[in-house]
Protein backbone atom coordinates (compact mmCIF):
# COMPACT_ATOMS: atom_id res chain seq x y z
CA UNK A 1 0.00 0.00 0.00
CA UNK A 2 0.91 3.35 -0.28
CA UNK A 3 0.04 6.64 1.55
CA UNK A 4 -1.00 9.67 -0.54
CA UNK A 5 -1.92 13.08 0.21
CA UNK A 6 -3.43 15.13 -1.33
CA UNK A 7 -2.94 19.45 -0.27
CA UNK A 8 -4.71 22.03 -2.65
CA UNK A 9 -7.13 24.30 -1.57
CA UNK A 10 -9.47 24.12 -4.76
CA UNK A 11 -11.66 21.59 -4.09
CA UNK A 12 -12.60 20.61 -7.82
CA UNK A 13 -8.29 19.97 -8.01
CA UNK A 14 -8.71 17.29 -5.08
CA UNK A 15 -11.60 16.11 -6.72
CA UNK A 16 -10.32 15.70 -10.25
CA UNK A 17 -7.10 13.48 -8.37
CA UNK A 18 -9.28 11.51 -7.15
CA UNK A 19 -11.10 10.41 -9.85
CA UNK A 20 -7.60 9.89 -11.30
CA UNK A 21 -6.19 7.68 -8.47
CA UNK A 22 -9.34 5.88 -8.00
CA UNK A 23 -9.22 4.74 -11.72
CA UNK A 24 -6.30 3.70 -12.09
CA UNK A 25 -5.04 2.50 -8.61
CA UNK A 26 -7.43 1.19 -7.07
CA UNK A 27 -6.69 -0.87 -3.88
CA UNK A 28 -3.49 -0.18 -3.70
CA UNK A 29 -3.22 3.43 -1.68
CA UNK A 30 -4.70 5.17 1.21
CA UNK A 31 -5.55 8.60 0.59
CA UNK A 32 -6.07 12.01 2.80
CA UNK A 33 -6.76 15.32 1.73
CA UNK A 34 -5.76 18.96 2.84
CA UNK A 35 -7.05 22.32 1.88
CA UNK A 36 -4.44 24.52 3.96
CA UNK A 37 -0.77 24.86 4.40
CA UNK A 38 -1.39 24.02 7.90
CA UNK A 39 -3.90 21.80 7.42
CA UNK A 40 -0.96 19.73 5.08
CA UNK A 41 1.44 19.67 7.56
CA UNK A 42 -1.24 18.15 10.85
CA UNK A 43 -2.50 15.61 8.10
CA UNK A 44 1.19 14.55 7.25
CA UNK A 45 2.30 14.18 10.75
CA UNK A 46 -0.44 11.98 11.71
CA UNK A 47 -0.84 10.26 8.25
CA UNK A 48 2.66 9.98 7.49
CA UNK A 49 2.70 9.78 3.66
CA UNK A 50 4.81 8.10 1.11
CA UNK A 51 3.48 10.71 -1.58
CA UNK A 52 2.39 14.52 -1.36
CA UNK A 53 1.02 16.42 -4.17
CA UNK A 54 1.57 19.98 -2.78
CA UNK A 55 -0.61 23.05 -4.24
CA UNK A 56 2.00 26.01 -4.13
CA UNK A 57 -0.44 28.44 -3.50
CA UNK A 58 -2.56 28.23 -0.32
CA UNK A 59 -4.20 30.50 2.27
CA UNK A 60 -1.90 30.84 5.18
CA UNK A 61 1.10 29.01 5.02
CA UNK A 62 2.31 28.41 1.42
CA UNK A 63 3.46 25.11 -0.29
CA UNK A 64 6.74 25.42 0.21
CA UNK A 65 6.63 26.15 4.10
CA UNK A 66 4.61 23.30 4.21
CA UNK A 67 7.28 20.75 2.45
CA UNK A 68 9.88 22.24 4.53
CA UNK A 69 8.07 21.39 7.77
CA UNK A 70 7.04 18.04 6.69
CA UNK A 71 10.44 17.19 5.60
CA UNK A 72 11.43 17.62 9.15
CA UNK A 73 9.61 14.42 10.42
CA UNK A 74 9.11 12.85 7.34
CA UNK A 75 12.52 12.46 5.52
CA UNK A 76 11.44 10.20 2.67
CA UNK A 77 7.96 11.70 1.59
CA UNK A 78 8.08 12.23 -2.22
CA UNK A 79 6.76 15.40 -3.24
CA UNK A 80 4.99 16.49 -6.60
CA UNK A 81 4.36 20.39 -7.18
CA UNK A 82 0.54 21.43 -8.00
CA UNK A 83 0.96 24.97 -9.99
CA UNK A 84 -1.03 27.43 -11.80
CA UNK A 85 1.83 29.45 -12.70
CA UNK A 86 5.59 29.18 -13.75
CA UNK A 87 6.84 30.18 -10.93
CA UNK A 88 10.47 29.61 -11.23
CA UNK A 89 11.88 30.98 -7.65
CA UNK A 90 9.32 28.35 -6.01
CA UNK A 91 10.96 26.08 -8.17
CA UNK A 92 14.34 26.44 -7.41
CA UNK A 93 13.78 26.47 -3.29
CA UNK A 94 11.87 22.89 -4.08
CA UNK A 95 14.50 21.76 -5.59
CA UNK A 96 16.73 21.28 -2.35
CA UNK A 97 13.05 19.79 -0.84
CA UNK A 98 13.66 16.64 -2.95
CA UNK A 99 10.50 17.32 -5.53
CA UNK A 100 9.79 14.75 -7.72
CA UNK A 101 7.89 16.82 -10.67
CA UNK A 102 6.00 19.97 -11.51
CA UNK A 103 2.46 19.19 -12.64
CA UNK A 104 0.59 22.70 -14.24
CA UNK A 105 -3.21 23.17 -13.36
CA UNK A 106 -5.47 21.90 -14.87
CA UNK A 107 -4.04 18.52 -14.44
CA UNK A 108 -3.74 16.06 -17.07
CA UNK A 109 -4.51 12.08 -16.39
CA UNK A 110 -1.66 10.92 -18.43
CA UNK A 111 0.34 12.86 -16.49
CA UNK A 112 -0.78 12.28 -13.02
CA UNK A 113 -0.32 8.92 -13.80
CA UNK A 114 2.94 8.73 -14.98
CA UNK A 115 4.11 10.48 -12.25
CA UNK A 116 2.92 8.22 -9.64
CA UNK A 117 4.20 5.56 -11.48
CA UNK A 118 7.35 6.83 -10.94
CA UNK A 119 7.04 8.24 -7.70
CA UNK A 120 5.98 4.09 -6.94
CA UNK A 121 8.64 2.55 -8.21
CA UNK A 122 11.17 4.95 -5.96
CA UNK A 123 9.40 3.88 -2.54
CA UNK A 124 9.59 0.05 -3.56
CA UNK A 125 13.20 0.83 -4.13
CA UNK A 126 13.52 2.64 -0.95
CA UNK A 127 11.52 -0.19 0.74
CA UNK A 128 13.85 -2.55 -0.80
CA UNK A 129 16.80 -1.10 0.48
CA UNK A 130 15.38 -0.53 3.26
CA UNK A 131 14.71 -4.31 3.89
CA UNK A 132 18.26 -5.59 2.75
CA UNK A 133 19.46 -2.94 5.24
CA UNK A 134 17.35 -4.66 8.24
CA UNK A 135 18.49 -7.59 6.96
CA UNK A 136 22.31 -6.78 7.30
CA UNK A 137 22.01 -5.43 10.33
CA UNK A 138 20.44 -8.24 11.51
CA UNK A 139 23.34 -10.07 10.30
CA UNK A 140 26.02 -8.00 11.53
CA UNK A 141 23.91 -8.14 15.30
CA UNK A 142 24.44 -11.81 14.92
CA UNK A 143 28.42 -11.61 13.62
CA UNK A 144 29.05 -8.62 15.74
CA UNK A 145 29.69 -10.53 19.05
CA UNK A 146 31.53 -13.17 17.12
CA UNK A 147 34.01 -10.52 15.40
CA UNK A 148 34.33 -8.56 18.65
CA UNK A 149 35.05 -11.95 20.89
CA UNK A 150 38.03 -13.05 18.18
CA UNK A 151 39.07 -9.42 18.55
CA UNK A 152 39.48 -9.74 22.46
CA UNK A 153 41.47 -13.18 22.39
CA UNK A 154 43.98 -12.11 19.97
CA UNK A 155 44.96 -9.39 21.37
CA UNK A 156 44.94 -11.45 24.85
CA UNK A 157 46.27 -14.23 23.14
CA UNK A 158 48.90 -11.60 22.38
CA UNK A 159 48.54 -12.89 18.64
CA UNK A 160 51.41 -12.28 16.35
CA UNK A 161 49.17 -12.24 13.24
CA UNK A 162 49.24 -8.47 12.64
CA UNK A 163 47.58 -8.74 9.66
CA UNK A 164 44.31 -10.30 11.42
CA UNK A 165 44.40 -7.83 14.26
CA UNK A 166 44.34 -5.29 12.36
CA UNK A 167 41.20 -6.81 9.76
CA UNK A 168 39.29 -7.25 13.31
CA UNK A 169 40.24 -3.06 13.70
CA UNK A 170 38.90 -2.45 10.31
CA UNK A 171 35.43 -4.42 10.64
CA UNK A 172 35.02 -2.58 14.16
CA UNK A 173 36.17 0.71 13.42
CA UNK A 174 38.98 0.82 15.97
CA UNK A 175 41.57 3.71 14.91
CA UNK A 176 43.07 3.78 18.00
CA UNK A 177 47.00 2.26 19.03
CA UNK A 178 46.10 2.62 22.80
CA UNK A 179 43.57 1.07 24.86
CA UNK A 180 42.63 -0.68 28.10
CA UNK A 181 40.76 -3.74 29.29
CA UNK A 182 37.96 -4.15 32.15
CA UNK A 183 37.25 -6.88 33.71
CA UNK A 184 33.87 -8.15 34.58
CA UNK A 185 33.51 -10.54 37.01
CA UNK A 186 30.16 -12.30 38.31
CA UNK A 187 28.93 -14.34 41.12
CA UNK A 188 26.27 -15.13 43.45
CA UNK A 189 27.09 -13.30 46.18
CA UNK A 190 30.89 -11.11 46.86
CA UNK A 191 32.20 -12.67 49.56
CA UNK A 192 35.24 -10.18 50.73
CA UNK A 193 37.09 -9.60 47.24
CA UNK A 194 35.42 -13.24 46.20
CA UNK A 195 32.58 -14.39 44.08
CA UNK A 196 30.65 -17.35 45.17
CA UNK A 197 29.62 -20.08 42.47
CA UNK A 198 31.62 -19.09 39.63
CA UNK A 199 30.87 -21.94 37.47
CA UNK A 200 27.36 -22.04 38.38
CA UNK A 201 26.84 -18.57 37.25
CA UNK A 202 29.22 -18.66 34.66
CA UNK A 203 26.78 -21.68 33.15
CA UNK A 204 23.53 -19.43 33.72
CA UNK A 205 25.06 -16.25 32.18
CA UNK A 206 26.17 -17.81 28.88
CA UNK A 207 23.24 -18.98 28.34
CA UNK A 208 20.17 -16.82 30.36
CA UNK A 209 21.64 -13.53 30.53
CA UNK A 210 24.62 -12.54 28.41
CA UNK A 211 22.83 -10.67 25.84
CA UNK A 212 21.09 -8.52 28.41
CA UNK A 213 24.63 -8.40 30.14
CA UNK A 214 26.09 -7.34 27.13
CA UNK A 215 23.23 -4.86 26.37
CA UNK A 216 24.18 -2.61 29.39
CA UNK A 217 27.71 -2.93 29.03
CA UNK A 218 27.46 -1.16 25.50
CA UNK A 219 25.23 1.05 26.68
CA UNK A 220 27.29 2.41 29.46
CA UNK A 221 30.29 1.95 27.04
CA UNK A 222 29.45 2.61 23.74
CA UNK A 223 33.11 1.85 21.76
CA UNK A 224 33.36 -0.98 24.26
CA UNK A 225 34.09 -4.32 22.37
CA UNK A 226 32.83 -6.90 24.45
CA UNK A 227 34.21 -10.76 25.06
CA UNK A 228 32.26 -13.65 25.89
CA UNK A 229 31.90 -15.60 28.91
CA UNK A 230 35.15 -17.11 30.28
CA UNK A 231 34.48 -18.93 33.40
CA UNK A 232 32.80 -16.35 35.45
CA UNK A 233 34.45 -13.50 33.57
CA UNK A 234 33.83 -11.17 30.57
CA UNK A 235 36.59 -9.23 29.08
CA UNK A 236 36.35 -5.89 27.32
CA UNK A 237 38.43 -3.76 25.72
CA UNK A 238 37.99 -0.10 25.50
CA UNK A 239 39.60 2.05 22.65
CA UNK A 240 41.49 4.97 24.49
CA UNK A 241 43.27 8.31 21.95
CA UNK A 242 46.26 8.27 24.30
CA UNK A 243 48.50 6.15 25.99
CA UNK A 244 47.39 7.78 29.65
CA UNK A 245 44.00 8.48 31.44
CA UNK A 246 44.03 11.41 33.02
CA UNK A 247 42.09 11.63 36.45
CA UNK A 248 38.71 13.14 35.21
CA UNK A 249 38.42 10.49 32.52
CA UNK A 250 39.40 8.01 35.17
CA UNK A 251 36.62 9.17 37.48
CA UNK A 252 34.01 9.03 34.71
CA UNK A 253 35.30 5.48 33.86
CA UNK A 254 34.44 4.51 37.80
CA UNK A 255 31.57 6.57 37.20
CA UNK A 256 29.71 4.87 34.80
CA UNK A 257 31.22 1.26 35.85
CA UNK A 258 29.50 1.84 39.05
CA UNK A 259 25.89 2.25 37.27
CA UNK A 260 26.63 -0.54 34.41
CA UNK A 261 26.76 -2.68 38.03
CA UNK A 262 23.63 -1.80 39.59
CA UNK A 263 22.30 -2.20 36.27
CA UNK A 264 23.49 -5.57 35.71
CA UNK A 265 22.86 -6.95 39.20
CA UNK A 266 18.87 -5.69 38.84
CA UNK A 267 18.64 -7.50 35.25
CA UNK A 268 20.06 -10.53 36.79
CA UNK A 269 20.00 -11.15 40.15
CA UNK A 270 23.22 -11.72 40.73
CA UNK A 271 26.02 -9.84 42.03
CA UNK A 272 28.61 -8.33 39.79
CA UNK A 273 32.14 -6.21 39.92
CA UNK A 274 34.04 -4.72 37.44
CA UNK A 275 37.73 -3.91 37.25
CA UNK A 276 39.63 -1.40 35.12
CA UNK A 277 43.49 -2.17 33.70
CA UNK A 278 45.55 0.45 33.03
CA UNK A 279 45.87 2.36 29.14
CA UNK A 280 48.81 0.48 26.72
CA UNK A 281 48.96 -0.60 23.43
CA UNK A 282 46.97 -3.64 22.23
CA UNK A 283 50.08 -5.79 22.64
CA UNK A 284 49.60 -5.14 26.39
CA UNK A 285 46.00 -5.83 26.70
CA UNK A 286 46.81 -8.60 28.36
CA UNK A 287 48.99 -7.00 31.27
CA UNK A 288 46.02 -4.42 31.48
CA UNK A 289 43.04 -7.56 31.79
CA UNK A 290 46.24 -8.80 34.63
CA UNK A 291 45.44 -5.17 36.14
CA UNK A 292 41.78 -5.19 36.64
CA UNK A 293 42.03 -8.51 38.18
CA UNK A 294 44.38 -7.33 40.86
CA UNK A 295 42.44 -4.13 40.87
CA UNK A 296 39.30 -6.20 41.88
CA UNK A 297 41.36 -8.74 44.10
CA UNK A 298 42.75 -5.79 46.20
CA UNK A 299 39.73 -3.96 47.36
CA UNK A 300 36.24 -4.91 48.10
CA UNK A 301 34.33 -2.13 45.93
CA UNK A 302 32.40 -3.10 43.65
CA UNK A 303 34.29 -1.27 41.23
CA UNK A 304 38.40 -1.15 41.06
CA UNK A 305 40.77 0.81 38.80
CA UNK A 306 44.23 0.05 38.65
CA UNK A 307 45.74 3.44 39.03
CA UNK A 308 44.11 4.03 41.98
CA UNK A 309 46.04 0.62 44.03
CA UNK A 310 49.50 0.07 44.40
CA UNK A 311 49.96 -2.51 41.94
CA UNK A 312 51.07 -1.11 38.07
CA UNK A 313 54.79 0.19 37.70
CA UNK A 314 54.92 3.96 38.32
CA UNK A 315 57.51 5.89 36.29
CA UNK A 316 59.06 9.13 36.96
CA UNK A 317 57.87 12.05 34.89
CA UNK A 318 59.53 12.31 31.30
CA UNK A 319 60.96 8.37 31.67
CA UNK A 320 60.83 7.20 28.52
CA UNK A 321 57.92 4.33 28.51
CA UNK A 322 57.57 4.01 25.09
CA UNK A 323 61.00 3.96 24.11
CA UNK A 324 61.89 0.99 26.22
CA UNK A 325 58.71 -0.88 25.42
CA UNK A 326 59.64 -0.57 21.73
CA UNK A 327 62.94 -1.66 22.34
CA UNK A 328 62.00 -5.65 23.38
CA UNK A 329 58.83 -5.20 21.17
CA UNK A 330 60.87 -4.67 18.06
CA UNK A 331 63.55 -7.57 19.23
CA UNK A 332 61.03 -9.60 19.62
CA UNK A 333 59.71 -9.41 16.11
CA UNK A 334 62.75 -9.72 14.70
CA UNK A 335 63.39 -5.70 13.49
CA UNK A 336 66.72 -5.57 14.15
CA UNK A 337 67.59 -2.14 12.38
CA UNK A 338 64.10 -0.79 14.62
CA UNK A 339 65.04 -2.49 17.85
CA UNK A 340 68.40 -0.82 17.47
CA UNK A 341 67.29 2.68 16.47
CA UNK A 342 65.13 2.66 20.07
CA UNK A 343 67.86 1.13 21.71
CA UNK A 344 70.49 3.70 20.66
CA UNK A 345 67.55 6.92 21.85
CA UNK A 346 67.16 4.99 25.24
CA UNK A 347 70.56 5.19 26.00
CA UNK A 348 71.58 8.99 24.61
CA UNK A 349 68.01 10.00 26.98
CA UNK A 350 70.16 7.81 30.21
CA UNK A 351 73.18 10.06 29.62
CA UNK A 352 72.26 13.43 28.92
CA UNK A 353 69.44 12.91 32.41
CA UNK A 354 71.71 11.02 34.55
CA UNK A 355 74.95 11.36 32.84
CA UNK A 356 76.81 12.11 36.57
CA UNK A 357 75.15 8.77 37.64
CA UNK A 358 77.48 6.19 36.04
CA UNK A 359 76.82 3.03 37.93
CA UNK A 360 72.66 3.13 37.56
CA UNK A 361 73.35 4.03 33.39
CA UNK A 362 75.54 0.63 33.74
CA UNK A 363 72.90 -1.36 35.59
CA UNK A 364 70.42 -0.50 33.33
CA UNK A 365 72.36 -1.23 30.17
CA UNK A 366 72.65 -4.40 31.90
CA UNK A 367 68.81 -4.89 32.52
CA UNK A 368 68.29 -4.60 29.25
CA UNK A 369 70.89 -6.89 27.76
CA UNK A 370 70.12 -9.41 30.09
CA UNK A 371 66.20 -8.80 29.56
CA UNK A 372 66.90 -8.36 25.67
CA UNK A 373 68.97 -12.04 25.60
CA UNK A 374 65.91 -13.51 27.89
CA UNK A 375 63.37 -12.95 24.88
CA UNK A 376 66.21 -14.18 22.65
CA UNK A 377 66.25 -17.61 24.22
CA UNK A 378 62.89 -17.83 24.37
CA UNK A 379 62.28 -17.27 20.74
CA UNK A 380 63.95 -20.18 20.35
CA UNK A 381 66.60 -21.59 18.09
CA UNK A 382 69.67 -20.66 20.00
CA UNK A 383 70.73 -22.78 23.14
CA UNK A 384 70.99 -21.24 26.64
CA UNK A 385 74.14 -22.01 28.53
CA UNK A 386 73.94 -21.74 31.91
CA UNK A 387 77.41 -19.47 32.18
CA UNK A 388 77.11 -18.04 28.33
CA UNK A 389 77.16 -14.84 30.21
CA UNK A 390 78.97 -14.93 33.65
CA UNK A 391 81.43 -12.07 31.98
CA UNK A 392 78.96 -9.45 31.73
CA UNK A 393 79.40 -8.11 35.36
CA UNK A 394 82.98 -7.97 35.13
CA UNK A 395 82.93 -6.25 31.79
CA UNK A 396 80.48 -3.68 32.55
CA UNK A 397 81.95 -3.26 35.50
CA UNK A 398 85.40 -2.45 33.86
CA UNK A 399 84.14 -0.54 30.89
CA UNK A 400 85.62 3.41 31.17
CA UNK A 401 83.35 6.06 29.36
CA UNK A 402 80.08 6.31 27.66
CA UNK A 403 81.32 5.80 24.24
CA UNK A 404 82.29 2.47 24.74
CA UNK A 405 79.95 1.52 27.25
CA UNK A 406 77.29 2.25 24.40
CA UNK A 407 79.17 -0.12 22.28
CA UNK A 408 79.38 -2.82 24.50
CA UNK A 409 75.42 -2.56 24.88
CA UNK A 410 74.46 -1.95 21.11
CA UNK A 411 76.71 -5.13 19.97
CA UNK A 412 75.19 -6.83 23.03
CA UNK A 413 71.61 -5.87 21.48
CA UNK A 414 72.67 -5.89 18.05
CA UNK A 415 73.41 -9.72 18.66
CA UNK A 416 69.96 -10.66 20.43
CA UNK A 417 67.86 -9.04 17.77
CA UNK A 418 69.79 -10.84 15.18
CA UNK A 419 69.39 -14.28 16.60
CA UNK A 420 66.18 -13.43 16.96
CA UNK A 421 66.02 -12.38 13.33
CA UNK A 422 67.60 -15.45 11.93
CA UNK A 423 66.73 -17.93 14.95
CA UNK A 424 64.37 -20.18 13.31
CA UNK A 425 65.88 -20.13 10.07
CA UNK A 426 69.17 -21.59 11.89
CA UNK A 427 67.28 -24.04 13.77
CA UNK A 428 65.81 -25.61 10.55
CA UNK A 429 68.96 -25.28 8.98
CA UNK A 430 70.51 -27.23 11.79
CA UNK A 431 67.87 -29.83 11.45
CA UNK A 432 68.46 -30.74 8.09
CA UNK A 433 72.34 -30.75 8.09
CA UNK A 434 71.59 -33.39 11.14
CA UNK A 435 69.41 -34.94 8.78
CA UNK A 436 71.47 -35.21 5.74
CA UNK A 437 74.30 -36.12 7.86
CA UNK A 438 72.40 -39.47 9.74
CA UNK A 439 71.12 -40.41 6.18
CA UNK A 440 74.90 -40.29 4.82
CA UNK A 441 75.77 -42.73 7.69
CA UNK A 442 73.10 -44.74 6.95
CA UNK A 443 71.35 -45.23 4.30
CA UNK A 444 72.54 -48.76 3.62
CA UNK A 445 70.11 -49.78 6.10
CA UNK A 446 66.46 -50.04 6.25
CA UNK A 447 65.67 -46.30 7.65
CA UNK A 448 62.27 -45.06 8.19
CA UNK A 449 60.81 -41.73 8.37
CA UNK A 450 59.90 -42.80 12.15
CA UNK A 451 63.66 -43.26 12.54
CA UNK A 452 65.32 -39.89 11.93
CA UNK A 453 62.63 -38.41 13.33
CA UNK A 454 63.02 -40.24 16.48
CA UNK A 455 66.94 -39.30 16.06
CA UNK A 456 66.55 -35.73 15.30
CA UNK A 457 63.27 -35.48 17.96
CA UNK A 458 60.86 -34.04 15.95
CA UNK A 459 57.60 -35.47 14.72
CA UNK A 460 58.01 -37.52 11.72
CA UNK A 461 55.23 -35.41 9.99
CA UNK A 462 56.64 -32.00 11.04
CA UNK A 463 60.07 -33.33 9.82
CA UNK A 464 58.68 -34.65 6.65
CA UNK A 465 56.98 -31.19 5.72
CA UNK A 466 60.35 -29.18 7.06
CA UNK A 467 62.85 -31.25 4.83
CA UNK A 468 60.34 -30.79 1.65
CA UNK A 469 60.41 -27.13 2.09
CA UNK A 470 63.73 -26.92 2.76
CA UNK A 471 65.36 -29.22 -0.02
CA UNK A 472 62.42 -29.04 -2.78
CA UNK A 473 62.44 -32.86 -2.41
CA UNK A 474 60.78 -35.26 -0.17
CA UNK A 475 62.79 -37.87 2.13
CA UNK A 476 62.12 -40.96 0.28
CA UNK A 477 63.18 -39.11 -2.64
CA UNK A 478 66.45 -37.95 -0.90
CA UNK A 479 67.42 -41.30 0.42
CA UNK A 480 66.87 -43.12 -2.77
CA UNK A 481 69.10 -40.24 -4.81
CA UNK A 482 71.71 -40.86 -2.16
CA UNK A 483 71.30 -44.66 -2.71
CA UNK A 484 71.25 -44.56 -6.56
CA UNK A 485 74.57 -42.25 -6.21
CA UNK A 486 76.21 -44.95 -4.15
CA UNK A 487 74.91 -47.36 -6.56
CA UNK A 488 76.80 -45.76 -9.12
CA UNK A 489 79.44 -45.45 -7.88
CA UNK A 490 79.74 -49.58 -7.16
CA UNK A 491 78.86 -50.23 -10.66
CA UNK A 492 82.27 -48.62 -11.65
CA UNK A 493 84.21 -51.38 -9.92
CA UNK A 494 84.64 -54.62 -12.03
CA UNK A 495 84.92 -56.75 -9.22
CA UNK A 496 81.55 -55.95 -7.44
CA UNK A 497 78.58 -57.98 -8.24
CA UNK A 498 75.31 -56.83 -8.85
CA UNK A 499 73.89 -58.74 -5.59
CA UNK A 500 77.08 -56.99 -3.66
CA UNK A 501 76.14 -53.39 -4.93
CA UNK A 502 72.67 -53.54 -4.70
CA UNK A 503 73.24 -54.86 -0.77
CA UNK A 504 75.63 -52.15 -0.11
CA UNK A 505 73.66 -49.59 -1.86
CA UNK A 506 70.44 -50.24 0.61
CA UNK A 507 68.14 -52.76 -0.93
CA UNK A 508 67.64 -56.20 0.02
CA UNK A 509 65.57 -57.41 -2.84
CA UNK A 510 67.77 -57.30 -6.30
CA UNK A 511 64.42 -57.34 -8.72
CA UNK A 512 63.38 -54.56 -6.62
CA UNK A 513 66.70 -52.24 -6.92
CA UNK A 514 66.80 -53.34 -10.50
CA UNK A 515 63.30 -51.71 -11.06
CA UNK A 516 64.11 -48.38 -9.17
CA UNK A 517 67.30 -47.81 -11.01
CA UNK A 518 66.06 -48.12 -14.28
CA UNK A 519 63.33 -45.93 -13.27
CA UNK A 520 65.51 -43.06 -12.35
CA UNK A 521 68.89 -43.85 -14.94
CA UNK A 522 67.18 -44.93 -17.69
CA UNK A 523 68.69 -48.22 -17.90
CA UNK A 524 69.37 -51.31 -16.06
CA UNK A 525 72.25 -52.09 -13.33
CA UNK A 526 73.53 -54.89 -15.56
CA UNK A 527 73.17 -52.26 -18.32
CA UNK A 528 75.08 -49.68 -16.95
CA UNK A 529 77.77 -51.70 -15.72
CA UNK A 530 78.62 -52.34 -19.04
CA UNK A 531 78.03 -49.13 -20.35
CA UNK A 532 80.64 -47.59 -17.43
CA UNK A 533 82.06 -50.20 -15.42
CA UNK A 534 85.41 -50.33 -15.32
CA UNK A 535 85.84 -46.16 -16.56
Known amino acids: MYRILL ?26 TAKTGLGAIEAAERFRPDIVFMDIQMPGINGIDAMREIRKFSANAIFVVLTAYDKFDYAKEAISLGVLDYLNKPVNQKVVVEVIERAMREIDIRRERRKNDLQIRERMETVMPIIENGFIYSILLQERFDEDIENYKNLLGITSQYGYMLAVVFGDRQQGNYMTNAVGTSVKTQMDYYPKVREILKDAFPEAVVGNVSANKIPVFMPAGEWKMNYNRRIE ?190 FQKDISLDDISRELNISPYYFSKLFKEETGENYVEYVTGRRMDRAKQLLKNPDKSIKEVCVEAGYSDPNYFSRIFKKYQGVSPTEYKENVGGN
Open 7 to 32: ADDEGIVLNALEFIIQKNFGGKYELE
Open 253 to 442: MIEKSRMAVRSMNKATGLSFRIGIGGVGKLKDALHSYDDALKALYSTKSSVAHADDLPIAVEYEENYPVETEEAIFEKLQDGKMEECLAQADKFFDWMVSQYGDDEMSIKLKVLEFVLNGESIMYHGGGHLYRFNSRKTYLQEVHDIRGYDLLKKWFMDKMRRAASIMTKGSKDHTNDLIRQAKEYIDRH
